[in-house]
């Protein structure tokens, strides 16, 4: 599995846009980039994957390059419930459950 | 559709004792994954059920045993519990062949050891 690394933590103020990079080197071919994000004392939940190019939802972007050797998460107007852990994860395409997390981006955003 | 529940929420055992933590995933749900988060270890992979049988197991003592039953709830296990077992422990289920890399986690179960 591709081992991650990403900022330990980050700030930021209402309103703003948040990015947090992730890089991950090793990443095979059929390995998946995943995010997730977790409030304390809850169980993480996810937010977007992607396998190359850019990906949109309602919460999220997930902008990967060309050589998927990193990925940026991307928030749009950050709000004071955004403060949580973002993992950056590296999923093998095997069809096994198996997450393996890194020690995520502590993200807190202010007034 | 009702999400991930784990049962109990909270509990205290001593050291030396046992504990079983249960876990129903999602309806539909196949797969049920456990994960151990602690402050200094962080969030790791326990083991991974599908169809009542083990698929996937990560590094952690035989201590930690879990099953899961034909209606795809899941029990964990932990015996001979030791200071260093008190952790958040967290279940979370999906659907194999649909999206390996979206879990859906349960609250967890705080177990502290004393």
């Known amino acids: 599995l591709a081992k991650t690394t990403q900022p330990i933590s980050m700030d930021s103020y209402e309103g703003q846009e948040v990015n947090i990079t992730c890089s991950h080197n090793?990443?095979?071919?059929?390995?998946?980039i995943t995010w997730y994000q977790q409030f304390p004392s809850q169980g993480p939940r996810f937010i977007i994957q992607?396998?190359?190019t850019k990906v949109t939802n309602e919460v999220a972007s997930l902008f990967i390059p060309a050589d998927r050797k990193s990925s940026t998460l991307s928030l749009p107007r950050v709000s004071l419930s955004d403060t949580a852990v973002y993992y950056c994860l590296v999923v093998e395409n095997t069809g096994f459950q198996k997450l393996v997390f890194g020690t995520g981006t502590r993200l807190l955003v202010s007034p | 559709k009702a999400g991930v529940t784990q049962t109990p929420r909270y509990l205290i055992k001593t050291r030396g004792q046992q504990v079983t933590l249960s876990c129903s995933p999602i309806?539909?749900?196949?797969?049920v994954s456990w994960y151990q988060q602690t402050p200094g270890q962080g969030l790791q992979f326990l083991f991974e059920?599908?169809?009542?049988?083990?698929?996937n197991k990560g590094n952690f003592p035989g201590r930690f045993s879990g099953r899961q039953f034909s209606n795809s709830r899941s029990e964990m296990n932990v015996s001979t519990l030791e200071l260093g077992d008190s952790a958040l422990y967290l279940c979370?289920?999906?659907?194999?062949?649909?999206?390996?890399?979206?879990?859906?986690f349960g609250p967890g179960t705080r177990l502290t050891v004393t």
């Open positions: 992607g396998y190359k």
């Open positions: 090793n990443i095979a071919t059929n390995d998946y």
């Open positions: 979370a289920s999906s659907n194999p062949g649909t999206a390996s890399y979206e879990q859906y």
């Open positions: 309806s539909g749900h196949r797969s």
């Open positions: 059920y599908f169809s009542e049988t083990q698929r």
